[in-house]
């Protein structure tokens, strides 16, 4: 009977485990006198949200990869890469549909390369990803010309607006974007067959092709995907930008990977949820929001994330020490 | 040549070492000659490498003691061992592939002056170890990972003889080497003989045993069942003595009957197996596959299932000529397939039992892309009904469980997905004695359904206990397949240590 109890408690902890540090931020933050009205305030809350739709996308992709017991170091240079080529469409006299699905659609080719890569030579994601890293972003620069492009104002710029034009929406269209694909992939995750494949071949991955699953064409599929949100995280930057940088998120693929492991993601694969990731992108974006109206310097928000990160990840491994 | 009446340079009285519920080594007393080959003979987990692990001093014994040349001898570490002489050689390597011959056989023991290497000395050193064994032809500053695997165990033997070892113990030394290569090294431990030094020698070829050894001592359950010269005893004495009576045992009978060929292979030979097996399976039959570790047992069983690519020849399934496959089309022909690396390959640990059932099959729990998580776990809680698995239920990690329960979840999912052709390997490896009669009842009545079985194992009482025909594996082919009722466990143990058993 205990034992039961003691179980659902423990599953109450494991679903809400990273709610408590998002919270436990929140409440330091607004425990602060000098600034506790200006960071509760909605229109806060809001801009937080906003500011957390280019990593929340890429954390999407990068839950999978990182359940799958990969990584994706080429996502930053990934979303600049689409940036630059939604601007470089529009501009050239495309309507911003195509701009943007164009974007969306090179991020997922340079995933496809890099699944194609992993699968066909054998080598581990670290190499291939580190490598599209740099191959996307030089790209990224050729095709801007080394500068960046300006493009036509248009619906596509009102994705990240703080105040949506159709008033009903209250947020800006990207944040429930965000939350859509959110829900979505928690769905492929949990309920589809591909998703059990990516845990099976991250938490296994022998075991996974003795069952007769396609290892390969899985991991391909996972890091298109993974490219495909990194696409629409880079039209999302454009949108912000309203031009297209192709300097722009430069190191931002180890805010995505943090946000995953912070959210519960294992780098050994098999482990890894939607909404942990979720919470660990507003977790940081809560931090860094709180730390600038604190007016801290940059650095001082450097170390706490990083400090984050560690205290997380041990948190993480003492509950899965308990559990064996 | 060897003194018999010469002193034991080492001897271990009464010791016993325990693991948990299983007692591994049960007052043990074992002696060695100055200068004699000893050759220590048992099936796996007879407890040879309990007791080599505590002469090195990696173990320590529970009770009982240890004389190295009159003295006593209770080595801390096996650093400790390594001081008072006794050197092993692993079966598997442990060299350092990324750096030179000279650096491996130095590495720990580097001549210096201030922590600045004389490379000279010790160069000096090496090229005269690697003369005393007769190769001088190994260059010092050769890659290790470069050399070829007898090369290797060559430097890893020139190692144990720079530490002025009074016993070198060595742990399978051919089982990774050519016939050449074994023929070299027999001459190096004629070789260590002369110098005075005296080997434990650990085989399973007992036919190279008989060439090297000038004693022998058996190890069956833990306990020395023999000892005595090699000159004095026969071949059959010896395999008397490492098989027991343990065959009489009882193994559940499940009435099935023979029916139609299920599978055929047409000289099917995978990129691992050392030569093409031709082979067939009937439905209704359960086919014993024999031999020792490391025979291509595995690696014929691996090729049939498309985990290891295809050379040449093929196979035929339910009539039909199938060439190349991958696991997923196997699966779809109705093979499944049981691998010896439970842990490593068998199960996904982390998972769930009931994602383990079902992980081959999802098809039936899919409906418009989206799985019926409840209708899987109901599945698989029948399974774990139907096989007895003790566990908390469906959603319990599988890493939680016990060795027997943990296999009994993987025969499940060869089970849930419906296989017709079972590749079963080392199936009751690591179980207890009550699951182990559980799968052999289970092989019967999948036989009576009609469903092929192959049975792969190490344990020779239970392939004849449950088979109905065993073909018998050595050095990478196929030596022998007879009906059970034709092989005893002599002939069995000859055919896979020797390559030939006489007829029945």
Not at chain 1, 172 to 186: C, D, E
Not at chain 2, 17 to 26: N, V
Not at chain 2, 286 to 292: E, T
Request: charged share 20%.
């Amino acid at each position: 009977m205990s034992g039961q109890r003691k179980g659902n408690l423990q599953k109450a902890l494991n679903v809400f485990g990273p709610f408590i540090g998002l919270i436990f931020v929140i409440a330091i933050f607004a425990l602060i006198p000098e600034i506790q009205d200006r960071f509760l305030r909605v229109g806060n809350f809001k801009s937080v949200a906003t500011q957390s739709v280019i990593v929340a996308l890429g954390a999407l992709g990068m839950t999978l990869v990182v359940i799958s017991g990969g990584i994706d170091l080429s996502a930053a240079s990934n979303i600049a890469l689409a940036s630059v080529i939604s601007a470089y469409a529009i501009n050239a006299g495309a309507t911003p549909l195509v701009g943007v699905a164009l974007g969306i659609l090179v991020g997922g080719l340079v995933g496809f390369l890099n699944g194609s890569l992993i699968t066909k030579l054998r080598l581990v994601p670290f190499i291939i990803t580190m490598s599209m890293m740099g191959i996307a972003r030089g790209a990224a620069k050729w095709i801007a010309g080394n500068q960046k492009i300006d493009a036509p104002m248009t619906w596509v710029n009102e994705l990240m607006a703080k105040s949506p034009r159709p008033s009903w929406l209250l947020m800006a269209p990207g944040i429930w974007i965000v939350i859509a694909f959110a829900i979505v992939m928690a769905v492929v995750l949990r309920r589809t067959v591909f998703g059990r494949h990516v845990f099976a071949v991250g938490s296994n991955e022998s075991a996974a092709r003795l069952c007769g699953i396609r290892t390969n064409r899985a991991k391909i599929l996972i890091y298109t995907i993974s490219g495909l949100f990194c696409g629409l995280a880079g039209v999302m930057e454009f949108s912000r930008l309203t031009v297209g940088d192709p300097t722009v998120a430069v190191g931002l693929e180890l805010d995505i990977i943090a946000a995953v492991v912070i959210g519960g993601g294992s780098l050994n694969g098999g482990e890894g949820s939607i909404l942990g990731s979720m919470i660990g992108v507003l977790i940081m974006s809560f931090l860094r929001n709180g730390c600038t109206m604190m007016g801290w310097p940059n650095y001082i928000q450097e170390i706490i994330i990083g400090v984050i990160i560690i205290v997380a990840v041990s948190l993480d491994h003492l509950r899965h020490r308990k559990e064996a | 040549m060897t003194d018999s009446s010469a002193a034991p340079v080492l001897r271990m009285v009464q010791v016993s070492k325990t693991y948990g519920a299983t007692r591994a080594l049960d007052d043990v007393t074992f002696e060695v000659r100055r200068g004699e080959v000893h050759a220590l003979l048992g099936e796996n987990g007879a407890g040879k490498s309990t007791m080599m692990k505590i002469l090195s001093g990696a173990v320590t014994p529970d009770s009982g003691r240890m004389l190295l040349e009159g003295r006593p001898y209770a080595p801390a570490n096996p650093l400790d061992g390594l001081r008072r002489g006794i050197s092993m050689i692993y079966q598997e390597l442990n060299l350092a592939p990324h750096l030179t011959v000279e650096e491996n056989i130095m590495l720990g023991r580097e001549v210096h002056g201030l922590g600045w290497l004389d490379r000279r000395a010790m160069k000096a050193r090496v090229r005269e170890v690697l003369a005393s064994v007769h190769h001088p032809e190994i260059s010092p500053d050769a890659l290790v990972g470069k050399l070829s695997v007898g090369a290797k165990q060559i430097v890893e033997i020139a190692r144990a003889l720079l530490n002025k070892s009074r016993i070198v113990v060595m742990d399978e030394p051919t089982s990774s080497l050519s016939d050449e290569d074994s023929a070299r090294l027999f001459e190096i431990v004629r070789g260590l003989k002369a110098q005075d030094v005296s080997v434990v020698y650990i085989s399973h070829f007992l036919e190279e045993v008989q060439k090297v050894a000038d004693a022998y001592t058996v190890l069956r359950d833990g306990r020395n069942v023999g000892s005595g010269t090699m000159d004095g005893s026969s071949l059959e004495d010896i395999i008397q003595l490492m098989v027991g009576q343990k065959f009489t045992e009882r193994f559940p009978h499940v009435p099935h009957e023979k029916g139609a060929v299920a599978v055929s292979l047409k000289e099917l030979k995978g990129v691992r197996m050392a030569s093409a097996v031709s082979l067939s399976v009937a439905k209704g039959e359960i086919l014993g596959i024999a031999g020792l570790v490391g025979s291509g047992r595995t690696e014929m069983l691996r090729t049939m299932f498309g985990l290891d690519s295809l050379e040449s020849g093929g196979m035929v399934v339910s009539g039909a000529a199938t060439a190349k496959a991958a696991p997923w089309t196997r699966i779809k022909q109705g093979f499944g397939l049981l691998s010896e690396d439970r842990q490593g390959e068998g199960l996904a640990l982390p998972m769930s039992l009931a994602d383990n059932v079902t992980l081959s099959a999802y098809a039936p729990y899919r409906r418009h892309g989206l799985l019926s998580l409840a209708r899987q776990q109901k599945a698989a809680a029948d399974w774990i009904a139907r096989l007895n698995i003790k566990a908390r239920g469906p959603l319990q990690k599988v890493q939680g469980l016990s060795g027997g329960n943990q296999q009994k979840v993987a025969l499940a999912r060869l089970l849930h997905q419906k296989a017709e052709v079972l590749l079963l390997d080392e199936p009751t490896r690591g179980i207890d004695v009550v699951s182990k009669a559980q799968i052999y009842e289970w092989m019967g009545e999948l036989a009576g359904q009609g469903k092929a079985v192959l049975f792969v194992s190490s344990y020779l009482p239970e392939l004849l206990g449950v088979c109905d025909r065993i073909a018998v594996f050595f050095r990478g082919g196929l030596v022998d397949v007879r009906d059970a009722a034709r092989w005893d466990a002599q002939s069995l143990m000859a055919a896979a240590t020797v390559g030939r058993a006489p007829g029945v």
